[in-house]
Structures are given as C-alpha cells and as structure tokens.
C-alpha cells in the first residue's frame, strides 16, 4: 500500500486564507484516502499542536527537529510514500528525512500563492541555484490558476476553493455615511506609488490633509471583529498587496479596494486598479449597498463550486497515489522549462512585495512611515501632523541593501494580459 504524508504548516494563523484552504483540502484528501493518509506536523507551538490532535486525531503524527531519528525509524518499516505541502520550497530537517528516503515515490507541491513567494531561501538565490530545488520526483498542482499570471496555461483545471466567510462579517455591512476614512492594507506589499492615487482622489474631496488614515497589518488588527469594524467604517481600502483575501471581506463589506498594483489576469467585483474608476463609483447613489450585494452573490456562486473542485482535486491525487494514473491536467511534471518559467514571473512580483526576511520589520512600519514611504514628494510638499518612528530608517535601509538574487536585478514591473502572461508555453517546451 502507496501512503501520503501531508506535512502541516508549523503555525496556525487562522486569518491566512492559504492556510484555511489547505485545511479544506486535507480534510478532503482525509475523506478520500482514508487510512491512507497520514498528517505530518512538526510544531513547536503549544496552540497549534493542539488545534492539530482535535482537528486530525489518530491520522496526526508528530515529530520535530529535535526527536527527527524517530521519524528516521518510522519511516524504515512503512511502505512506499508520497508526499504532499504547500510550496515553499524550506526544507526543515524532518522534511529533508522524507525526501532523501529511498521509499519516496514524489512530491506533490501545492501551489497556494505565486511560485517562490513566501521562500526565505529562495531571495538570495541565483539563477543557476533554482534549477538545483526540484528534481524528476516533484510535481505541482496549481492552485487559483485562473487569476494569476505565473500559473496561466499551465493546466487546464483551476482547483479554486473559496474560502468561508464567518457570519460575523455580514453582520458588520455598514451602509452609513463613512466620512473621509481611508484604510490602508500593507500585506505582503511594499509601500509605493500612493501619490498618483491620491491627487486623483483629492478631486472628491480626499485629500492628504482630510483623511483619516488607518493601517492595517497581516496581525493588526488581531481580533476579526476589530478588522471588519475598521473597514465597514472606511470610504476605501487601499491595498499595497498584490493578492490578498481582504479584498474579498472589504467587498462584502461594502468597501470598495483600490489595489495599487496590478497583477492578478482579473479581480473581484470590489477590486479596482484604476483610482479615476474608483472616483466615479464613489459619487453614485447606493454604491456601497450595491458593491455589498454584487460582492456577496459573487461570493456565493464561487462558494458553491467548492465541493466540485475539492472532489475533483482529492480524485486526481488519490488516483496517482493508488493506482499511479496522473492527470496531467492538475498535477504537472517539474521541467526545466517550467521552473524557468516560474523564476521570470517571480522575478517581476518581487518588485512588488516585501522580501520574506523583511517582513516582520515591515510589520513594525507606523502609519506615518506608510504614508510618507508610499507619497515620496508628494509627502514632503503636504505634511501631515504626524511622526515617523525609527522603523522607517531601519526598513528603507534595509530594503536598499538586501541582497536580491541576479536575475531580479534591471527587472522593471511589466503589464500583464490574459493574452501575453506567461513566460513559456503550454507545453512548457519553447521560452516565450
């Protein structure tokens, strides 16, 4: 018997829509193999070790860096395995053990966010170094395809799973006047480009001396309920992050995001690259109830969809494990010509986002680092009657000095279409 270990994320941030969606997809995996899969985890986090035990009892099995020859013994006496996580591409010692052992018959990366995005080892890299961190046992199964322009055309089936909004945050719909109220998401974003927005903003009023400015962070606010009631309460969401799930709450929330940088091939309903648009939408009668009501039906359709998709992804994995029949059309063949395709679409979205190691200083930014990083001059000639903190030296030095890998540098951002968004073709054979 061909088993499936699944390796679990060593922490559990419940507000991470990845990590909420490989939930779903385990539980289903669960369902569909039954005794044939067993859960991996290797946390050292009291709260997330016991979220796993009442989550996947007797499928758990945990071990960590420190008893890892436990796991060396397991693994001697059990039979041939696959195994399955979210692509990183960190490798801990325990992993390691798995993928060196002479029993493993390949790796199924699910692809949850952009290749290489959240890799701490991957920024630093060359070129050359990245074809090194897969090999022939390794596939991919994309996920959210159908939007991002570093997995279009790569497969022909989009295993999009909508994660479930709480009845919490239908709850907090405000359809009262919000005044000037602006929030501003950083995420996985850099803070940049805010003036242009801005000046065409200020043509209805939004000005750099009558906002309200709110930052929101990837922990702050830390409750849900706090999150929901400061956007209900926003004119506009402007979010510096390039994908994000906050932009489906801000739309059910009848608060309409201006995303600052363009990446994804289409966007929700509430979503908008285009602050001009944005402005005239602003003006129109009922706007914010009709961006509630159109957000939520979009919701809903995409929700109903999910138990499709869940068995569709579960049938394909569980049929190459058991009987070894893959369907190239959701879990695909590491190639030369695809990793290469992976490092161009990754060398245009760090532009973009924070590198990883830099991530918990970003997190430490001020709203008033935010604003005077993201307006440039247009912050020095409107000075707000706010103070910096040290972080905004500590972070712009930082940025300017890390280490981006070779290929990253010279790299402008480029505009993407649904036509010319891939970096090879489909069938991952001619460099584009």
């Known amino acids: 018997m061909t088993l499936l270990y699944a390796f679990l994320p060593r922490y559990v941030n419940h507000n991470s829509n990845g990590i909420t969606v490989y939930g779903q997809i385990l539980q289903s995996l669960c369902r569909t193999l039954d005794a044939k899969i067993k859960l991996i985890s290797y946390s050292s986090y009291p709260e997330t070790l016991k979220f796993y035990k009442q989550n996947y009892k007797s499928r758990l099995i945990h071990f960590d860096d420190s008893n890892k020859d ?30 060196r052992s002479s029993k493993l018959r390949g790796i199924l990366n699910l692809l949850l966010a952009p290749p290489f995005s959240f890799a701490d080892r991957i920024w630093n890299q060359s070129r050359k170094s990245l074809f090194h961190l897969y090999g022939s046992k390794d596939y991919f199964i994309f996920y959210n395809k159908n939007i991002q322009p570093a997995l279009a055309n790569l497969s022909y089936e989009s295993i999009y799973i909508e994660p479930q909004l709480p009845p919490l945050l239908t709850a907090n719909i405000n359809l009262e006047k919000r005044g000037k109220r602006i929030s501003l998401y950083l995420g996985k974003g850099k803070p940049c480009n805010l003036g242009h927005a801005t000046s065409i903003l200020s043509r209805i009023g939004f000005n750099t001396h009558s906002c309200n400015f709110t930052l929101i962070g990837r922990s702050f606010p830390s409750k849900q309920e706090e999150l929901y009631r400061i956007i209900a309460s926003s004119s506009i969401l402007i979010s510096f992050d390039p994908f994000s799930h906050i932009e489906r709450v801000s739309g059910v929330l009848g608060t309409p995001v201006l995303k600052i940088y363009q990446y994804n091939l289409k966007e929700i309903p509430a979503v908008t690259t285009n602050a001009a648009e944005l402005v005239e939408n602003l003006v129109k009668p009922n706007f914010n109830l009709n961006l509630a009501l159109s957000s939520y039906s979009d919701y809903l359709a995409r929700v109903q969809s999910n138990a499709s998709r869940l068995e569709m992804l579960s049938s394909a994995i569980s049929s190459f494990i058991c009987n070894g029949l893959r369907d190239p059309n959701i879990i695909v063949a590491s190639s030369r010509s695809l990793i290469n395709h992976f490092i ?41 009657s706010l103070t910096t903190g040290s972080w905004k030296l500590s972070y712009l030095d930082s940025l300017a000095s890390f280490p981006y890998n070779e290929f990253d540098v010279g790299t402008a951002p480029r505009q993407l279409s649904a036509d010319k968004a891939i970096g090879v073709s489909p069938e991952f054979g001619e460099q584009i």
């Open 70 to 99: 436990n796991a060396l013994s397991y693994l001697l006496g059990q039979e041939n395995f696959f195994i399955l996580r979210p692509d990183d591409v960190n490798h801990t010692p325990l992993i390691e053990l798995f993928v």
């Open 344 to 384: 161009a679409q990754s060398a245009t979205l760090k532009q973009i986002i924070c590198p990883v190691p830099l991530m918990t200083l970003q997190e430490n930014l001020q709203i008033a680092d935010v604003l005077e990083i993201a307006w440039g001059d247009e912050y020095v000639r409107n000075p707000r």
